[in-house]
């Protein structure tokens, strides 16, 4: 079975959304390090997510204090990301989990101001943790995912 996956790749800042794309569509493709306007991201996301299975990853740099950031991105899209990973999320144990509508919430916590991984996935697709293929080591959190399909 032939898949085709959307990636994005996106930079929360105060300021700016960056983004970076390797997808090979020039019609679809944002250069290396473009600041793009909230309306420009927006569309380009949803071209993009028009393949079988989309993924957008986000450096959130702080789930807590980005929240909304993410939220701007994914509400205004008519076909918002099945799957989207984030980098350093620095959610603690004690902390409570932010909700994003539709989605499913995975994460493993951070072990430094600066670590911590999550992924929220459409509560439409079937997946498995790999926690088997997990690894931790200073510096680099992982999330193993084993997506089977769609309910």
């Known amino acids: 079975?032939?898949?085709n996956i959307a990636m994005l790749n996106c930079f929360l800042t105060v300021n700016a959304?960056?983004?970076?794309n390797k997808?090979?569509?020039?019609?679809?493709?944002?250069?290396?390090?473009q600041h793009a306007t909230h309306t420009d991201f927006v569309c380009h996301v949803d071209?993009?997510?028009?393949n079988d299975l989309s993924l957008l990853h986000c450096n959130i740099r702080s789930l807590y204090?980005?929240?909304d950031k993410l939220d701007?991105?994914?509400a205004p899209c008519s076909k918002p990301p099945d799957i989207i990973a984030l980098s350093e999320t620095r959610i603690k144990e004690t902390l409570t989990i932010a909700t994003l509508p539709g989605y499913n919430f995975i994460?493993?916590?951070?072990?430094?101001q600066a670590e911590g991984v999550g992924a929220y996935i459409k509560n439409n697709l079937k997946y498995l943790q790999r926690r088997n293929l997990q690894f931790k080591m200073y510096g680099c959190d992982t999330i193993w995912l084993e997506i089977l399909g769609k309910r």
């Open 72 to 74: 701007e991105i994914v």
């Open 23 to 33: 997808h090979s569509d020039s019609d679809l493709s944002l250069p290396l390090s």
């Open 47 to 50: 071209k993009l997510m028009s």
């Open 107 to 112: 994460n493993e916590n951070s072990q430094t």
């Open 1 to 3: 079975m032939t898949v």
């Open 17 to 20: 959304l960056t983004s970076s």
């Open 65 to 67: 204090k980005n929240m």
